[in-house]
């Protein structure tokens, strides 16, 4: 009897453990070179709960729409025009070059943003001329044009969709997207970013370049965002895209949307060591960050390097981890934004 009582109380601690665990959002970077956190490494995988997945900027750690790490992709989101978000370049194969120095091919004229959109019938998330752009991109390689998203009930786009479609948003609006067969919709929300967004010549088409390049200009597609994301778990994500430290990190973030986990854009650029971790320490205050857009070989062997801008920024981060975006690596964060798993 005792066994039998024992046996039942495993199983029972087993079946909870699993229904916690299917409540977790998974995140999952996809860079150069897996395991590590490499300069070219941009793209991450958020999956909801019920099974939503939203890649957010693919830039230039992807192979392109035939990256096998991929899988089913239900929206893309852009936080700006730069060729490293919305990828004029691609990997030559994966691993290939070192994580310093990565071999890559050009993606142009469609953009590795604008080949997955299309091969996997994604919906695009991103503020108004940035969407048309990709739009274009993916009407160009689809061979028919690219239409508006549908809504339904609440104006929810449901996946998965036979296509792809376009559901341009403007700073501080909202778009939802829910699987076909879950009660709840995944938010995604567009938020204030301190960048330009300049899209590479090599995007554009012959006339564009024949006027812009002597000059050596290009056309800005937009303002740059961030977004935010509410999960159907209840965690709030912040993504903070290429950005100086702006106040909105604290009034809009922080107090407005309480974001639990943040993914920090850490290009030199734009923020220093210091500047990055006041972000975190004063202004968003997050359960957990994921440190992303490093532009050096940040790791070895899946630890951060000492010397590095990296691991300066994290020594003076307090009270919270920080998670180096591991390509390939999934982690796991419940709705208080605490890593589950995979940390």
């Known amino acids: 009897m005792k066994h039998v009582l024992a046996s039942a109380i495993c199983l029972a601690i087993l079946a909870a453990a699993s229904a916690a665990g299917a409540e977790n959002v998974k995140v999952t970077p996809l860079g150069s070179h897996a395991g590590e956190l490499c300069t070219r490494d941009r793209a991450t995988i958020f999956e909801d709960p019920t099974g939503v997945r939203i890649l957010y900027d693919p830039g230039q750690s992807v192979t392109g729409a035939d990256d096998p790490r991929l899988g089913k992709i239900d929206v893309v989101i852009l936080t700006h025009a730069h060729g490293d978000h919305i990828g004029d370049l691609k990997l030559?194969?994966?691993?290939?070059?070192?994580?310093?120095?990565?071999?890559?091919?050009?993606?142009?004229?469609?953009?590795?943003?604008?080949?997955?959109?299309?091969?996997?019938?994604?919906?695009?998330?991103?503020?108004?001329?940035?969407?048309?752009?990709?739009?274009?991109?993916?009407?160009?390689?689809?061979?028919?044009?690219?239409?508006?998203?549908?809504?339904?009930?609440?104006?929810?786009?449901?996946?998965?969709?036979?296509?792809?479609c376009v559901a341009f948003v403007q700073t501080g609006g909202t778009r939802t997207f829910k699987a076909s067969a879950a009660a709840k919709a995944v938010e995604i929300i567009l938020v204030p970013a301190m960048h330009e967004s300049t899209v590479p010549v090599a995007l554009l088409g012959e006339e564009s370049r024949k006027h812009l390049e002597p000059d050596g200009m290009s056309l800005t597609l937009g303002s740059s965002n961030g977004y935010v994301i509410r999960f159907t778990n209840g965690l709030v994500a912040y993504l903070s895209g290429d950005t100086g430290l702006h106040a909105e990190m604290q009034t809009v973030e922080r107090d407005f949307y309480h974001a639990k986990l943040m993914e920090l854009n850490f290009g030199a650029s734009a923020l220093s060591p210091e500047g990055a971790a006041h972000a975190v320490n004063a202004l968003v205050q997050p359960a957990s960050v994921i440190v992303n857009h490093v532009n050096e070989a940040a790791t070895s062997g899946g630890k951060v390097k000492p010397g590095t801008r990296t691991a300066a920024f994290r020594a003076l981060v307090k009270r919270r981890p920080v998670y180096p975006a591991l390509s390939g690596k999934t982690m796991e964060f419940d709705r208080n934004g605490k890593c589950a798993a995979g940390c």
């Open 92 to 164: 030559k194969a994966l691993e290939a070059g070192t994580c310093a120095t990565p071999e890559v091919v050009s993606a142009a004229p469609n953009s590795t943003t604008g080949e997955i959109v299309a091969a996997k019938n994604a919906a695009i998330v991103m503020v108004g001329p940035l969407a048309n752009f990709i739009a274009k991109k993916a009407a160009t390689i689809k061979g028919k044009q690219t239409g508006p998203c549908a809504v339904v009930g609440n104006g929810d786009i449901v996946g998965p969709l036979s296509a792809p």
